[in-house]
């Protein structure tokens, strides 16, 4: 039987999947409505820390993709605020980081090539291995680890830069491997993972930055969208657009402090126009979407967005508060017994791990999510 190829496993919405952001229900409906959100985070945590295999890893059941789905599943933990020295699930990061530690292959990937779920999707698990093992790096005090961690950081770093084409994106796997073939989502999730290197204190070239940033302005659409993949020679359409890559390029552009960047403001339009005044809830298949989306609007917070867009009324601003108060009723109904979230295709851990983190962004735990 065909394996499920690891981009129609944890982004099935790049078409156009959307989360309601107008409630449904009359404003004393809803006021009704006591969402206790330390109770789900705790319920959600715990079934993590009881799904964690006894070597360290996370997967999706079978065995299946699991560097995203540990180190997905570690940033959740983080963002509780244990440390690899201490909190609540301070055993459980030491045993994710050490399983990373001996996965790590001598030419800076991150993962295991051999894993046939992840042989042909291997850079998707770099880059969120990257930017987990970054964060634990920046909060590590012992002078021990903090040494070792450095060490395979650096080289998954300089491996992101060997793997990145020409054009400036990656593809599902380097350069070399894959022909030159780039698209938006792994470019993402490089960027992402590179930017939490630097935040860290880990010297990150920035050629490999700047010409990834260029790719993603190149991939935009007259519209403001983000296009999947800009082939040789292509121009970006509009039509192409891809909502949640766009709202992934507008977290990545606020993760490096890029607010008023002509290209992050036309995304924003963009987002705000499919996916935040949108008026369906999709084919359900929305995880990746709101992953990336709750961080953008998190950090536009009630009042940036009209900071940026100063001639918009500010009925019409795209505000945390609104979007927070539907996303959070979201998860609130959707939760399981065991204190999971199942959005299909790659089972719970996934879905579960991108539920704790939008659930967990006002904590302020992890630097890369700061406003």
């Given at each position: 039987m065909l394996l499920v190829r690891l981009r129609y496993a944890i982004l099935p919405a790049l078409a156009v999947c959307v989360l309601h952001v107008v409630p449904t229900q009359p404003a004393q409906a809803q006021d009704k409505k006591k969402i206790n959100v330390d109770d789900m985070v705790d319920k959600g945590l715990d079934f993590l820390k009881r799904s964690q295999n006894p070597d360290g890893h996370w997967d999706a059941g079978g065995g299946t993709y699991p560097t995203v789905m540990t180190a997905l599943a570690g940033m959740a933990l983080l963002m509780e605020g244990s440390t690899l020295r201490e909190g609540k699930y301070s055993d459980n990061l030491v045993k994710a980081v050490d399983w990373f530690l001996t996965r790590s292959q001598s030419n800076g990937l991150l993962g295991n090539p051999q894993n046939p779920t992840e042989s042909s999707r291997y850079i998707y698990g770099h880059g969120f291995g990257l930017?987990?093992?970054?964060?634990v790096y920046g909060e590590e005090e012992d002078d021990k680890r903090r040494k070792k961690l450095e060490a395979i950081i650096k080289k998954?770093?300089?491996f992101s830069g060997k793997a990145q084409t020409k054009q400036g994106g990656w593809g599902y796997v380097s350069a070399a491997?894959?022909?030159?073939?780039?698209?938006?989502?792994?470019?993402?999730?490089?960027?992402?993972?590179?930017?939490?290197?630097?935040?860290?204190g880990i010297v990150v070239p920035k050629s490999i930055i700047d010409n990834?940033?260029?790719?993603?302005?190149?991939?935009?659409?007259?519209?403001?969208?983000?296009?999947?993949?800009?082939?040789?020679?292509?121009?970006?359409?509009?039509?192409?657009?891809?909502?949640?890559?766009?709202?992934?390029?507008?977290?990545?552009?606020?993760?490096?402090?890029?607010?008023?960047?002509?290209?992050?403001?036309?995304?924003?339009k963009f987002?705000?126009?499919?996916?935040?005044?949108?008026?369906?809830?999709?084919?359900?298949?929305?995880?990746?979407?709101?992953?990336?989306?709750?961080?953008?609007?998190?950090?536009?917070?009630d009042d940036r967005y009209g900071k940026l867009f100063p001639e918009e009324k500010k009925e019409n601003w795209m505000m945390w508060s609104k979007y927070r108060e539907v996303i959070f009723e979201?998860?609130?109904?959707?939760?399981?017994?065991?204190?999971?979230?199942?959005?299909?295709?790659?089972?719970?851990?996934?879905?579960?791990?991108?539920?704790?983190?939008?659930?967990?962004?006002?904590?302020g735990m992890v630097p890369l999510y700061h406003r």
């Open positions: 930017m987990f093992l970054s964060c998954a770093v300089e491997d894959g022909g030159g073939f780039d698209e938006g989502s792994t470019t993402i999730t490089q960027l992402q993972g590179l930017r939490a290197a630097r935040n860290a990834s940033t260029e790719y993603l302005r190149k991939c935009t659409t007259p519209r403001g969208g983000v296009i999947y993949n800009l082939g040789q020679g292509q121009i970006a359409t509009s039509g192409q657009e891809r909502p949640p890559i766009t709202a992934a390029a507008v977290a990545c552009a606020f993760s490096s402090g890029q607010y008023d960047d002509k290209y992050a403001k036309m995304w924003i987002c705000k126009e499919s996916i935040y005044g949108a008026g369906g809830r999709g084919s359900g298949h929305d995880e990746y979407q709101s992953y990336y989306f709750a961080q953008a609007v998190f950090v536009l917070g979201h998860y609130r109904t959707t939760q399981a017994s065991d204190g999971s979230w199942n959005g299909g295709y790659t089972g719970s851990i996934l879905s579960t791990a991108f539920a704790l983190t939008i659930l967990q962004l006002e904590k």
